[in-house]
């Protein structure tokens, strides 16, 4: 197994083991493969419970979006003036959400807290 292929490796374990710790459901990925969305638009939403486990403000989603680009499986999108705060979903992203077909299964407070630390102490 090669460096890259081990980089891999653990980059789409530790996206898998995050998308199981954030707020969205499958569905939510489901929709980026349509169109793309911004952390506002997805907290105005009516069908905002059927994409998310829990309710959250623009704020907390915009965090958890910065997250997923930061993992690797959300990028933003760009139009004629540079970024915008849509994302979409990367290829990456895809590949993950090949493990499950269904819906996301949850984590358990143990990897949460894990993660939790991760994103908010990267270095611990």
């Known amino acids: 197994m090669s460096v890259s292929d081990l980089s891999d490796a653990c980059a789409l374990e530790r996206a898998r083991l995050n998308l199981r710790c954030l707020p969205f459901r499958r569905a939510f990925y489901g929709a980026l493969g349509d169109v793309a969305l911004s952390s506002t638009e997805l907290a105005g939403r009516v069908d905002a419970d059927g994409l998310l486990f829990r309710q ?19 990028r933003r999108e760009v139009d004629g003036q540079g970024l915008t705060e849509r994302v979409r979903l990367t290829p990456l992203g ?8 269904g ?5 358990g407070v143990q990897a949460r807290v894990r993660c939790w630390l991760q994103r908010h102490w990267p270095r611990l």
């Open 103 to 107: 819906e996301i299964p949850r984590a």
């Open 56 to 74: 959250a403000s623009a704020d907390q989603l915009e965090d958890a979006f910065i997250w997923l680009i930061r993992l690797g499986v959300l």
């Open 94 to 101: 895809r590949q993950v959400l090949e493990r499950w077909p």
